[in-house]
């Protein structure tokens, strides 16, 4: 569903959210696309169980986990921060993934690095039998190929489409779906991640560019000026976005907008990924630091 936003902009330059937070209760916005070819590529392998990794808020942990309640696959997380395994009561994101059936291994954040490794991987095997694997953040070719669906002949008068970027499997999948005229703009969501690499792994168009301005100090991390603006916006518009993702690119889009970076007449298609589940453990975060939180 895309929903026109009505603000004071300039130059006459318009802007609509495609709503892909709305597309499921659980699984949400973008990982419901990534995870849609990979369990359907699990069910074809014959596949009873999905492992995959994530840290503490991860909304990839939430969304596989309801997915394996969803279409039967027992589910394992491998989460960052052995520190964490007393401490699931007190975290929404592992506590939902957990009454989901996920069942949640703890490793040290040295260990993690290891995510991708073939031994690693192996030992995993031996630990916990066979199962599909699905990388941390989703991102591999099917994700990829389920993100190309995000853009649909409904959005073919849009000039720009601006989306947060993560590990990379969102954008490259829009880049290749977009059109001769459009101009894809990716806003990521950590500091310094040499992502142009990663997506030019799936990418098969030079039509995009990325704002590395608006990561407001990396990743999970938050100012009050992004919370103002977050709860501004969602006071205005109705729309409530996540402090990792979307908050960082509407305020980038927008600051944009303000900076002139856009000709006149534009008209800019937002892609709302999803990730509100994540709201309540940044609240807590921001409750504990005595700082305004979100609205809800």
Same mark, same amino acid.
């Given at each position: 569903?895309?929903?026109?936003?009505?603000?004071?902009?300039?130059?006459?330059?318009?802007?609509?959210? =495609?709503?892909e937070d709305l597309l499921h209760p659980h699984i949400s916005g973008n990982k419901f696309r990534k995870l849609k070819y990979n369990i359907l590529?699990? =069910?074809?392998?014959?596949?009873?169980?999905?492992l995959t990794f994530g840290g503490a808020f991860s909304n990839h942990i939430a969304a596989t986990a309801a997915a394996g309640k969803e279409y039967g696959f027992n589910t394992i997380g491998i989460i960052r921060g052995e520190e964490l395994a007393h401490k699931i009561n007190e975290n929404a994101?592992? &506590?939902?993934?957990?009454?989901?059936?996920?069942?949640? $291994?703890?490793?040290?954040? $040295?260990?993690?690095?290891? =995510?991708?490794?073939?031994?690693?991987?192996? &030992?995993?095997? =031996?630990?916990?039998?066979?199962?599909y694997l699905v990388p941390e953040g989703g991102?591999?070719?099917?994700?990829?190929?389920?993100?190309?669906?995000?853009?649909? &002949?409904?959005?073919?008068?849009?000039?720009?489409?601006?989306?947060?970027?993560?590990?990379?499997g969102t954008i490259s999948g829009i880049i290749n779906s977009a059109l001769p005229h459009q101009k894809v703009i990716g806003f990521p969501a950590l500091k310094g991640a040499g992502l142009s690499d990663d997506i030019c792994k799936f990418a098969r168009k030079g039509n995009w560019e990325l704002a590395e301005a608006y990561h407001f100090g990396g990743y999970g991390k938050?100012?009050?000026?992004?919370?103002a603006f977050m709860n501004h916006f969602f006071d205005t518009t109705g729309i409530?976005?996540?402090?990792?993702?979307t908050g960082k690119l509407f305020?980038?889009?927008?600051?944009?907008?303000?900076?002139?970076?856009? &000709?006149?007449?534009?008209?800019?298609?937002?892609?709302h990924t999803g990730g509100l589940q994540g709201i309540a453990g940044m609240n807590r975060e921001l409750m504990r630091k005595k700082l305004p939180t979100i609205k809800t």
């Open positions: 569903m895309n929903q026109p936003v009505y603000l004071d902009l300039p130059n006459n330059i318009r802007l609509t959210v =495609k709503r590529q699990a =069910k074809a392998n014959g596949a009873s169980c999905l994101t592992l &506590s939902f993934a957990r009454s989901c059936g996920m069942q949640l $291994e703890f490793i040290t954040r $040295e260990a993690y690095r290891y =995510k991708t490794d073939t031994l690693y991987i192996e &030992s995993l095997k =031996k630990q916990f039998g066979d199962f991102t591999n070719a099917l994700a990829v190929k389920g993100c190309e669906e995000i853009l649909n &002949s409904d959005d073919a008068a849009f000039t720009h489409v601006c989306c947060a970027v993560g590990t990379g938050v100012t009050p000026e992004l919370i409530l976005l996540d402090p990792v993702y305020f980038g889009v927008i600051d944009l907008v303000n900076q002139g970076y856009f &000709s006149q007449n534009s008209d800019i298609l937002l892609i």
